[in-house]
């Protein structure tokens, strides 16, 4: 179970019980924190938040026709952003694929080991080792103790912040070709003229000798030439320049030449005559050479493989620092085993661990681990803060009391289940006595009692499939709780400081490690975004701590990881399209339309002069014309207003001196990437029908 704890530093024994007929029931939990600082930079967020859309664009309704334009324009540049991939389907032929829980297990998901039942390149035949056919068969092994991984922040690095990550610890993974037989001579029957000839990682290997952990194979590349024939070689020319009826030969390496018989070093080459010709005629004489900076090379197990670094590599992978070493065991038995396994461990931020769409290869390009994608993406922002204004006059109280506001941002009316009642804010206020009490804010904006169960708070979190599965608990204890119902044991403590009254989390103004623990680790001054088994992604905690507040993602189901086991043989399919997640929720509304102007960001299209909004959050009075606007003369304008309307809630004005140019303005966000947005306030200028943005020159 994950378990996001509010931990209570309090006086009290425990927490009473909320008694329907009480006085003051129905408040907000963690008061509203100022917004997050959002500049114009950041367009189109706040307003578009993991890809889903939640604000709201107001237009005046007395505006012109090029107000309701530019709103409509920018409006369609959204719908583009606010986009969510669904009905995808990915077929996977001659490979398999499995979703993965976050922190979870890649072996368990897969089973081990793989073979040609799984990946269909792999073989499973016969083998020709002097005139006997010997069984023989490939598998690609994935480690049960220490298994490939996939790693979160909230677990394992911190530095890997918002993105899971597919980790390698050494020997995670191995390739073995398996000889389910062996001669009847044993492997003594291979030495130089009958050497062991197998298709190993997809590539031709020769082996001339073999004794229990040793073998010594042929790693240089062969070549026929002719004399006269040259070959370049790890950067070196090589020229058959002649030979003699004993099979001494003439080479060039570079110009510098070298009679060879069996195998010498020729310059930065080892060169191995294999066979040769000979003939009367000097241009019809030929020879089979081994060239390499090892011909031949014996190999124990453990010793780097001839190949160390795959097409994904530690970044110091070398020979003397192999990625992929050598695992022998040929001892005369069946089931002997030759294989490579992977000797390096990437287990943190500074390895080439894998992120979404990156592939982890083994030599050759034999065989491949893909993070193929996330399942989830789909998200829906909650806020928990700290608010010491808070208005619970409707419950009561005759003054603003300090709560804890837990709020589903940009879900109206919903997103939040508190005694069956369908909200998007619940509020928590300790009485300075014993007593936590709990509201819910209705569709009119209105705060209302709750009541109990089992003698408990339960606020359940209802987005996508989440419902059921995450809530939020205020219990007999000294505890506050948000439970995600996942069975994981994780547990996050979130400290809430109160003793007469709520005060904020934890003893300080500024975030402490102590604000929030993960188990025992103390992670409120982390300086990335955390993220847990189920999903959830928690934003940068030393950020929003330092605004008594707790900004959490929240995915519409458990979040997986999509892995890709394949070979060379494996084809990869899909099918489906991208859909706007603006479908069935408000985008946008003529200022007289609007009923809580404190449950969106908003976008206001037009000055003060035509829209009401736009006038209130510039703190004018409606209407405002001409100078006093704050718009520059016959220029647009682009002002981004914090907490605007509410606590943490943002407003940006789209405004000009004219309908042409708020017209203008809206083009600048339409087009928003190929503008230099930088700050709170921008100009708009447009000449000769060129639009141009810099500093406002009007405050």
């Keep these: ?143 049960a103790v220490n298994p490939p991984y996939i790693g979160i922040s909230s677990l394992d690095d911190n530095d890997y912040g918002a993105d899971p990550v597919v980790e390698f610890a050494s020997d995670s993974v191995e390739y073995t070709y398996v000889f389910d037989e062996v001669p009847t001579g044993n492997w003594t029957v291979i030495d130089d003229d009958d050497p062991l000839e197998i298709n190993f990682l997809g590539a031709e290997l020769t082996i001339t000798n073999i004794e229990n952990e040793a073998v010594t194979a042929q790693i240089g590349t062969e070549f026929y030439l002719q004399v006269g024939d040259s070959v370049t070689v790890e950067g070196s020319s090589v020229e058959l320049l002649d030979l003699n009826e004993l099979g001494a030969i003439v080479v060039s390496v570079d110009g510098f030449e070298e009679i060879v018989t069996g195998t010498e070093d020729v310059g930065p080459l080892e060169i191995e005559v294999k066979d040769w010709f000979y003939s009367d005629v000097t241009s019809d004489r030929a020879a089979v050479l081994v060239i390499g900076t090892d011909a031949s090379k014996e190999y124990n197990s453990g010793d780097e493989f001839y190949v160390p670094c795959a097409t994904r590599a530690s970044e110091d992978c070398d020979e003397d620092e192999p990625d992929w070493e050598w695992v022998i065991e040929m001892n005369g038995v069946a089931e002997d085993e030759l294989g490579v396994t992977f000797s390096e461990s990437w287990t943190d931020d500074d390895d080439p661990v894998l992120l979404e769409g990156e592939t982890f290869y083994l030599p050759n390009d034999f065989a491949y681990i893909e993070f193929s994608d996330l399942v989830v993406d789909d998200f829906a922002e909650y806020r928990i803060y700290f608010d010491d204004d808070y208005n619970l006059e409707d419950v009561g109280s005759t003054a603003d009391e300090s709560v804890i506001v837990i709020e589903a941002v940009g879900q109206e009316d919903e997103g939040l289940i508190i005694n069956g009642a369908d909200t998007s804010e619940v509020v928590l206020w300790f009485d300075g006595t014993t007593t936590v009490w709990a509201y819910y804010v209705d569709d009119n904006n209105d705060v209302l009692n709750s009541t109990l169960k089992d003698a408990a708070i339960l606020v359940d979190i209802e987005y996508g499939d989440t419902k059921d599965r995450i809530e939020i608990q205020v219990d007999g204890s000294d505890d506050i709780t948000v439970d995600v119902e996942n069975d994981n044991g994780d547990d996050l403590t979130l400290d809430v400081s109160y003793t007469t009254m709520i005060t904020g989390f934890g003893d300080a103004e500024e975030a402490e490690g102590t604000d929030v623990l993960f188990g025992v680790t103390e992670v409120g001054e982390y300086d990335m975004p ?170």
């Design 1 to 143: 179970m994950e378990n996001f704890v509010l931990k209570a530093k309090s006086t009290m024994k425990r927490i009473a019980a909320i008694s329907a007929g009480a006085l003051m029931m129905g408040a907000t939990v963690f008061g509203a924190a100022a917004a997050a600082d959002y500049t114009l930079a950041d367009y189109p967020a706040p307003f578009v938040t993991d890809g889903q859309w939640v604000g709201l664009i107001i237009v005046g309704a007395d505006a012109a026709s090029a107000d309701v334009a530019g709103g409509i324009g920018v409006a369609a540049t959204l719908a583009q952003v606010a986009t969510s991939v669904e009905g995808v389907t990915t077929t996977v032929t001659g490979g398999l694929t499995e979703d993965v829980a976050l922190a979870g297990n890649i072996t368990a998901a897969f089973g081990s080991p793989l073979d040609d039942t799984d990946l269909g390149t792999l073989q499973d035949t016969t083998l020709d080792v002097e005139d006997e056919d010997l069984d023989i068969h490939e598998e690609i092994t994935l480690a």
């Design 530 to 699: 955390l993220l847990f088994t189920y999903g959830i992604i928690m934003d940068t905690p030393e950020d929003t701590l330092d605004n008594d507040e707790v900004v959490l993602h929240v995915p519409s189901d458990t979040q997986e990881a999509t892995i890709i086991i394949g070979t060379a043989g494996t084809t990869v399919t899909t099918a489906g399209g991208a859909g706007t997640t603006l479908g069935g929720v408000p985008v946008a509304k003529l200022d007289t339309e609007v009923t809580d102007k404190t449950a969106y960001h908003m976008i206001l299209v037009g000055g003060s002069a035509v829209n009401r909004l736009t006038a209130e959050a510039m703190g004018l009075t409606y209407p405002t014309y001409g100078a006093a606007s704050g718009i520059p003369m016959d220029k647009g304008m682009l002002k981004l207003i914090e907490d605007a309307f509410a606590p943490g809630k943002v407003a940006l004005v789209v405004a000009g001196w004219e309908a042409a140019n708020t017209r203008d303005a809206s083009e600048v966000l339409q087009d928003y990437q190929s503008y230099a947005l930088t700050g709170n306030e921008m100009e708009v200028t447009s000449a000769a029908g060129v639009i141009s943005v810099g500093p406002l020159t009007v405050a």
